[in-house]
């Protein structure tokens, strides 16, 4: 089986990250619809008076704390929604046939940025769960593979670029 062009293996992981993409909008508005339902109670329980129990009362006062664990949930499907972005944009130019496009560079240097970010978040998290009430303690660990991906990615932008340099060279030659 081929690796690039139409019909396949790039063109079958574009349809998987097709398919990834479309599930990861539909969990980001799912988390968006729970952020505004925490809040709309938390603010004002009187929207919901027939299910207010002596549990719904505990959730009112505690819904700005679950609205943030929301917030930071959603923030990390929205950076995987990011790479996930990115890498249907690669994927589209493997089908294609044209594996060293400019633009996959900067789309991979997008992927790592966004790694990178994700795991800082994930530290950020670790740093504030002793001080969010409701929130058990997180385990704090460096991940060392995470930072592994986020150098293998930016290396592999690099090699794309001088693929992408040699590319246009080679175009240029008679």
């Known amino acids: ?41 938390s603010f004002n329980p009187d929207l919901f008076p027939d299910i207010l129990t002596t549990n719904a009362a505990l959730v009112a006062t505690r819904g700005p ?49 966004m790694l990178a970010a994700l795991e800082l978040g994930r530290y950020a998290v670790w740093g504030l769960s002793p001080f969010v009430p409701l929130m058990k303690r997180v385990e704090h660990n460096f991940n060392l593979t995470a930072w592994f991906s986020v150098l293998v990615v930016f290396v592999l932008a690099e090699v794309f670029r001088e693929g992408a340099r040699l590319r246009r060279e080679a175009e240029l030659t008679i």
């Open 1 to 41: 089986m081929r690796a690039l062009g139409p019909g396949s293996v790039s063109s079958f992981l574009k349809i998987i990250l097709d398919v990834v993409f479309a599930a990861l909008w539909i969990g980001l508005g799912g988390v968006a619809l729970a952020l505004l339902a925490a809040l709309l109670f």
């Open 65 to 113: 704390v679950y609205a943030g664990v929301l917030l930071m949930f959603g923030l990390s499907i929205g950076g995987v929604l990011v790479i996930v972005h990115s890498l249907r944009r690669i994927f589209a130019t493997l089908t294609a046939g044209d594996p060293f496009h400019p633009h996959n560079v900067q789309r991979l240097r997008l992927i790592g940025l």
